[in-house]
């Protein structure tokens, strides 16, 4: 059974269309994370969401849009797609942890990525 | 701005050797360090988690190292196995906006 999942593993499209990509966890936990992982395997966070809320939201072009419809779930939107897209995208979560100090320090799982190709 | 280097970026082994992989960052205010493995075309499973507050933590052949104030940890493995060829990344989770920040991978061939 899945901890994280994406869907669709692979997708290949043309530039200027518009697609998505779903993630669900089933692990109960209260944060969830879009990593974009580029061709020299460079990862880099994207977005962060706690309990539906955006609490990250790096330089990432207005075209990129994240939807948290419930705790469980995060799906990333892109508009208008880019040759420069083309890349693995990677949806993560967490289960808070509250250190000593006061800051979440939850492990992150991640899912199996979603390998996105635009021609 | 935090900045984590892995080291070598390639490795590679004879089956049965033990190996260290090291990971470094610039900014030592850091809550955790975790290390993952990544297969071809596959996503990534955390290894180890250490909190600031731990010095190591061990799981089977794996040992992870973390000394905050130089701004390093290794990952000690032990035995190794054609199994265990993969990429390794380390990643500090901490600053303001508590983010995860991966270095740039240590690729591992362990030879039969």
């Known amino acids: 059974d899945t901890a994280v999942s994406q869907t669709p593993k692979y997708l290949v499209t043309q530039m200027g269309n518009d697609k998505s990509i779903k993630c669900e966890q089933n692990l109960g936990h209260d944060t969830m994370y879009w990593y974009k992982q580029d061709s020299k395997k460079f990862l880099k966070i994207m977005f962060s969401y706690n309990n539906k809320e955006l609490i990250i939201n790096e330089t990432v072009p207005n075209r990129f849009s994240p939807k948290s419809p419930d705790k469980a779930h995060l799906n990333l939107h892109i508009n208008s797609l880019e040759l420069g897209d083309s890349a693995v995208y990677f949806c993560?979560?967490?289960?808070?942890?509250?250190?000593?100090?006061?800051?979440?320090?939850?492990?992150?799982?991640f899912g199996e990525g979603s390998r996105l190709t635009v021609l | 701005k935090q900045e984590v280097t892995q080291i070598p970026a390639a490795l590679s082994v004879p089956e049965g050797e033990n190996l260290v992989l090291n990971c470094s960052f610039t900014?030592?205010?850091?809550?955790?360090l975790q290390w993952f493995r990544q297969d071809p075309g596959k996503g990534l499973t955390s290894l180890l988690l250490?909190?600031?507050?731990?010095r190591e933590q061990t799981s089977g052949r794996l040992n992870a190292s973390l000394d905050k104030s130089s701004g390093r940890s290794t990952l000690y493995i032990a035995a190794s196995q054609p199994g265990d060829s993969a990429t390794y990344l380390c990643?500090?989770?901490?600053?303001?906006?508590?983010?995860?920040?991966f270095g740039t991978g240590t690729l591992l061939a362990v030879q039969p």
């Open positions: 990643a500090v989770r901490g600053g303001a906006t508590n983010k995860l920040i």
């Open positions: 993560a979560s967490s289960q808070v942890h509250w250190d000593p100090t006061g800051e979440d320090t939850g492990e992150l799982f």
């Open positions: 250490i909190q600031s507050s731990q």
């Open positions: 900014d030592s205010a850091i809550y955790n």
